[in-house]
């Protein structure tokens, strides 16, 4: 993994929503340049402690981003290329990185290469990039069945056998590399052959050897994913799942195997970790018990991994995604033109963040740290994270009264709250009910 993926807290935008774009392309509208919206957080991106910008989608698309119709082109929802330029320009002068959002699995039905192959049919020099059946008397605009992505009929599946395919997507990810990106999320990598990466990612890591990559995979074999694929990282949903589902359950025995089976995962590669994305819901509406927000924060923040922060998250927004025409809305909101325009509500959360990121960015060999539990009960876990010689204890509890924890050795509180007693190994920390605390030796 390139060094700056070790210092690296992304804060990750959904720029369609952020900007409050409409939820349709209107191709004949004129460009509406909405992306230098983003250039007015950029200070606010440093001042919450992140040093990289992951966008969500960009290109050129007919609804949501990850239909795309040209993947050369902005959005005229959001912008143009000098827009685009500009972003980078200003974000790099504030020593943030650019993480774009490749969709390479599917095209929108609307994109001109399937388009052509409805209407030349399988004489069509894009017949072979796509998965197709062809109708007995085929005719011109007659659509051929395709395979979509998980059933939704707009979006047709590419042929990752077809090494056209391979050789476009490389170009895609070259060309913007070029244009001042830094990194790809990968977008439903899973669904794509690892054998399809393993072909254009050599090529590009040699053209751009300080590239980050990483894949969004849900489930699976994680290792086996990035050992095939040649990914840098992956999202790491078993975590993401195991530390709501913990602390909704007052259980962190769930917690502590699935720190475990993350723990192995630090043989192969760090995974990608986060609290929300543009897919689920908010973990400020995730949470049955808002008193528990800070707990999930502070183990983002000090566990293993390369965190992102969903924008909002860090203002404790709320949005509950569901399974219906504009069920993703709520977790993909328009802010304000500014900053200052945040309501007041979310500044003890953004805090937090910043008190959290901080540590972390001082501490920055948490990237790969390696986790020992050392305390564990339904409702109270102290957890060592330990690497390059430095290690932290971190003490959690959701009981509804002060917890007496075992923190061996213990000198100072880094973040959080705790009153330290006793000496040596007898040392321990009294956590406030529902209170977590970060300890430094």
Known sequence: MVDWVKHAIAWHVYPLGFAGAESENDRAAPVAHRLPRLESYLDYAVELGASALA???????????????DYFA??????????????????????????????????????????????????????????????????????PQYESFEGHDQLVALNHDEPAVAEYVASVMDHWLARGADGWRLDAAYAVPPAFWAKILPGLRRKHPNVFIFGEVIHGDYPAVVSESGFDSLTQYELWKALWSALNDRNFFELAWALKRNDALLDGFVPVTFLGNHDVTRIASKLSDERHLPHAVALLFTLPGTPFVYYGDEQAFRGIKEDRVGGDDAIRPAFPDSPGELSDLGAPIF???QELIGLRRRHAWLHGARVTVHHLENEALVYESAAEGEKILVALNLQEAPARLPVP?????????????????????????????VLGF
Do not use: M
Request: net charge negative; hydrophobic share 40%.
């Open 74 to 143: 902005i959005d005229r929802r959001l912008g143009d290329e000098n827009d685009f330029d500009r972003l980078v320009r200003e974000a790099n002068a504030r020593g943030l990185k650019i993480i774009l959002d490749g969709v390479f699995n599917h095209v929108g039905r609307d994109h001109p290469f399937f388009r052509d192959v409805c209407e030349r049919g399988p004489q069509s020099d894009k017949a072979a990039w796509f998965r197709l059946t062809w109708p007995q008397g085929w005719q011109s605009g007659n659509e």
């Open 409 to 437: 050795a213990a000198r100072e509180l880094l973040a959080g709250e705790a009153n330290l007693e006793g000496e040596g190994e007898e040392r321990v920390a009294v956590v406030p009910a529902h209170g977590f605390a």
């Open 351 to 353: 805090r937090l963040h």
């Open 55 to 69: 966008l969500g989608p960009i290109f050129q698309s007919a609804t949501h981003g990850y239909d795309t119709l």
